[in-house]
């Protein structure tokens, strides 16, 4: 028996600076991108409206989320020395436990996203046209 899928992607973009501890290369140095992030969210019904959900409801609250935390914001990891300088200085970082991949940024919009109750399937950031990383479970 085939079932009926449905999924919606909403697109959105926001700026932010990080770097990469440990990193061999030119990642490991403070640099900034316009990240895009496609978030999908699927649903085996359609609501009493016909939607898998409302696309102005994504972007108020999951674009709202990203507006407050990530965007024009520093991803660092908890364990760069730059940290508690940047606090200090009265910087607005954004701390991961992890090193701040696209990878692990999808990842936490991902959790985020489910976290209100968005029935998330993938989580894709563009950190530039032609480099992407992909999180779903
Ligand atoms: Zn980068």
């Known amino acids: ?8 992607t909403k697109v959105m ?4 600076g990080h770097r990469l501890l440990n990193h061999p290369g030119k990642c490991r140095h403070l640099h900034g991108h316009n990240g895009i992030v496609e978030i999908d969210i699927e649903a085996d019904t359609l609501d009493a409206l016909g939607m898998v959900v409302d696309f102005s409801e994504i972007k108020q609250k999951i674009q709202g989320w ?16 730059l940290v508690s300088f940047l606090q200090q200085m009265g910087e607005s970082l954004y701390v991961t436990n992890e090193n701040p991949t696209a990878e692990n940024i999808a990842r936490l919009i991902y959790h985020e996203a489910r976290k209100q109750g968005f029935k998330v ?7 530039n046209s032609t480099s992407c990383a992909t999180y779903s479970e």
Do not use: G, M, T
């Open 1 to 8: 028996v085939r079932r009926a899928r449905y999924a919606v």
């Open 13 to 16: 973009e926001f700026c932010y």
């Open 66 to 81: 990203i507006d407050d935390n990530l965007d024009h914001k520093l991803l660092l990891c908890s364990q760069d020395p």
């Open 121 to 127: 399937s993938e989580v894709r950031l563009w950190e």
